[in-house]
């Protein structure tokens, strides 16, 4: 039933917004800034982490089944993107931008495999990210399919600032190419909201942390989070990683929420005036049954007033509109439906399922 009722609500992710917000973010207070935003952020991030998956399994979905979905090239699906890759025309495969989904390393020798590269390396964070058990050493936001050799050599390397292709720095830092250092600097953000004592970015950049007001966000990932936009390939990943996880990277879907958290050059803005974006806090009410079969109940908990309940399906579609307590839910068909209950210009979402 989880995994159900997070796919529709994926499918939903991008339609039933105020002003082109996702659905995701509707508890977030967006005039907030700093702090006070990263927190919301945080805990939305971590109370929607409701499936942490095992690193390697034969019993269930693990890191590797969804990697195999999350990674995959849009432009041919029998083959996964790697992470510091960018050359596939010439013979040296450490470089391979991308590989064939099924050469992952699953014993050695993995020479000419793809494995799994923790972004945030684990033996930078404290304590060190484990992967014996589901947790933050499992977090697939934090994995990326990459090439054997080049995760080798790649290390537990902070990573440092530099132009071109990846590689080690003069200065012995890892730069992870021009085509991926805004993948890496959303993951390393994430990875600090999600475990922010664990996961401190400092431990894994180089350089000065000028930008953010309280030093704790290196200015390399501000700059690369501006430099590199998301793409498609992001996009793609994350909205898989909801299915199968049940939380989003908030800095891929928005990467502007980065300038707001830490200040640093303006990156790009999807949504707009964030201010605009605030959802009702003080529409409350109480749905049951749910799962229903028939006849569905609406309880006001905090208001009084006229208010309308609109009931959409999974593809957006209007099916009808109540100014009664009572919703008729008897002529839908089973599945997921969202609710919006409307009293002026307040709004505020449900997700009922019909049985």
């Not at 947790?135 to 530099?162: A, E, M, Q």
């Not at 009084?304 to 399906?313: L, T, W």
């Amino acid at each position: 039933m989880i995994r159900y009722f997070l796919f529709y609500s994926l499918l939903l992710f991008f339609f039933f917004s105020k002003a082109q917000t996702p659905l995701y973010y509707q508890g977030i207070d967006f005039t907030l800034s700093g702090d006070s935003l990263k927190d919301q952020l945080a805990n939305l991030i971590s109370s929607t982490h409701i499936s942490p998956l095992e690193y390697t399994s034969s019993n269930s979905t693990d890191t590797w089944d969804v990697i195999k979905q999350s990674d995959l090239n849009l432009l041919d699906t029998a083959s996964v993107l790697l992470v510091y890759g960018y050359d596939d025309s010439d013979q040296d495969f450490q470089n391979d931008r991308t590989r064939d989904k099924t050469l992952s390393c699953h014993a050695s020798p993995c020479d000419g495999l793809w494995n799994r590269e923790h972004v945030f390396p684990k033996s930078l964070a404290n304590p060190s990210l484990s992967t014996n058990n589901p947790g933050p050493g499992t977090d697939v936001h934090n994995l990326r399919s990459c090439d054997y050799v080049t995760n080798t050599w790649r290390g537990n390397l902070k990573f440092g600032d530099y132009a071109g292709n990846s590689g080690v720095t003069s200065s012995g830092f890892w730069y992870p190419g021009d085509e991926w250092r805004g993948d890496v600097a959303r993951i390393i953000m994430y990875m600090y909201l999600r475990y922010p004592t664990q996961c401190e970015p400092n431990n894994s950049g180089a350089g000065s942390s000028s930008y953010s007001n309280f030093g704790d966000m290196p200015d390399i990932f501000l700059e690369w989070n501006k430099a590199d936009p998301v793409d498609q390939y992001e996009i793609n990943r994350n909205d898989i990683i909801q299915v199968n996880q049940g939380n989003r990277n908030p800095f891929i879907d928005n990467p502007y929420l980065a300038t707001v958290i830490w200040n640093g050059p303006v990156a790009d803005n999807p949504w707009g005036p964030l201010e605009d974006r605030v959802y009702s806090s003080s529409l409350d009410f109480n749905f049951y049954p749910n799962p229903v079969k028939n006849k569905l109940f609406c309880e006001p908990l905090s208001h009084s007033g006229n208010f309308e309940i609109d009931v959409y399906d999974v593809f957006c579609k209007h099916l009808a509109t109540f100014k009664s307590p009572v919703i008729d839910m008897k002529k839908f068909n089973a599945g997921v439906y969202v609710l919006i209950v409307n009293q002026g210009q307040n709004k505020k979402t449900f997700k009922i399922i019909k049985e």
